[in-house]
């Protein structure tokens, strides 16, 4: 027993240490027996829930795709299953404890939200975190049918109140994750990280709409009740955004990119009343060697476009072309801005989007392998055309839409 006591002792120390291969060596020397000292390691681990060697806590994160509507066609039911492959893989690699999952409205039927489930993606219905009734009624009106998508892009906001995940990423379905993402989950400890929509800035912007295809929240009960203490106010002006702060005065504004935008770069106090710092962005690009700066206060972390949801925009292609940037780098693609949707078969006219619809496109071959369809099965590996009767849906029953 007093063996068992000091070479536990010793591990915890080395694993403290930065010279941890060194001192574990040593620990094993002096207590002249490997098979205790690797049997208390892993019963250390166990314990404190670290991946060997990490050293840090290991989180629970929810990968949760934002649904407005049910599958509309064979061609976005293939885009989900493409979604939740890629996801899978994200999980497989990740030391981190993963759930995926879809945030769907609380009106999907039951049939609706099946469909889902059995494309690997489990629904998890929501209402609105405030409903259009209990709303200032003129902001109501406002965006109800705002953005892309109406008052229904509000149910990202739900990711700030899921505080059963230590994180919660809210991607758009027509993301693809390409690679683990786990520094950058490590690294966003407070408030919520994603990348600023330059793109729809205008001159006098405070700070720009968060693009809303990749919100990462670390969840906060607090947090999420002022957002919804905010959506009430519905404080929202034309020319100056969010109670007139120069912040979320752009398109779909007034909807969850204006909000978190206004609320985790600016907002100091919800209640009793709603005051903010009014310093603005330090702007940059976000790309390498052109980064904005936040002022202190905000709690949002302005992540490299390069890396995560990257959009193919002109200010990216001039980087890609001056080698400033590596495409193999990206982690999270958005088939958005001049990228279309590969199951639209749109022409990829650039060299990033190229390299984005080509690994769409492997990882549909390696869900066909998954699924044991043969090569011929789904009309190939990639379109017959262009346009949307051009893709050929998988032959496989997911689920019957």
């Known amino acids: 027993m007093e063996l068992r006591i000091s070479s536990y002792t010793r591990l915890f120390v080395a694993l403290a240490a930065t ?9 094993v020397s002096s207590a002249g027996g490997e098979d205790t000292e690797a049997a208390l390691l892993q019963f250390h681990l166990k314990q404190h829930d670290n991946p060997v060697g990490g050293g840090k806590k290991r989180l ?3 990968i949760a795709a934002y649904v407005s509507q049910p599958i509309p066609t064979l061609a976005w039911r293939d885009a989900f299953a493409v979604f939740a492959y890629a996801a899978q893989r994200v999980k497989n690699q990740s030391r981190h404890a993963i759930d995926i999952m879809a945030i769907v409205p609380d009106t999907f039927t039951e049939h609706d939200q099946q469909v889902f489930a059995k494309l690997g993606i489990p629904a998890r219905p929501f209402p609105p975190p405030v409903s259009l009734q209990e709303m200032n009624a003129t902001f109501a009106k406002q965006v109800e049918h705002s953005g892309c998508c109406g008052y229904s892009e ?3 906001l739900h990711g700030a109140g899921m505080t059963q995940y230590d994180r919660v990423l809210v991607l758009d379905a027509d993301v693809l994750l390409l690679d683990p993402m786990d520094e950058l989950f490590d690294q966003t400890t407070q408030g919520m990280a994603g990348t600023f929509d330059y793109d729809l800035a205008i001159e006098g912007t405070a700070f720009p ?13 607090k947090d999420y009740d002022a957002l919804k203490q905010l959506v009430r106010l519905g404080d929202w002006r034309s020319g100056t955004g969010w109670h007139g702060s120069g912040t979320g005065y752009a398109y779909g504004g007034g909807l969850a990119t204006g ?19 009014p310093e603005p962005l330090k702007y940059g690009t976000d790309l390498p060697g052109n980064y904005s700066t936040v002022p202190a206060g905000s709690r949002f972390q302005a992540l490299d476009r390069s890396i995560y949801d990257v959009l193919d925009t002109e200010d990216l292609r001039v980087a890609w072309e001056a080698k400033a940037i590596d495409l193999s780098h990206i982690k999270a693609f958005h088939f958005a801005g001049d990228c279309l949707k590969p199951w639209d078969c749109a022409l990829a006219k650039t060299d990033v989007c190229r390299y984005a619809t080509d690994k769409w496109w492997q990882m549909r071959r390696e869900l066909k392998q998954k699924l044991g369809l043969d090569a011929s099965a789904g009309g190939g590996d990639q379109c017959s055309g262009y346009g949307e009767k051009a893709y050929t849906p998988l032959k496989h029953d997911f689920a019957l839409l």
């Open 19 to 27: 010279t941890f291969v060194a001192l574990q060596q040593s620990c």
């Open 209 to 221: 709409t968060i693009q809303g295809g990749f919100f990462l929240f670390v969840p906060d009960k």
């Open 60 to 62: 629970r994160i929810a």
């Open 154 to 156: 509000n149910l990202k």
């Open 259 to 277: 909000l978190v935008s206004f609320y985790y770069n600016m907002v100091d106090t919800v209640y009793p009343k709603v005051s903010f710092r």
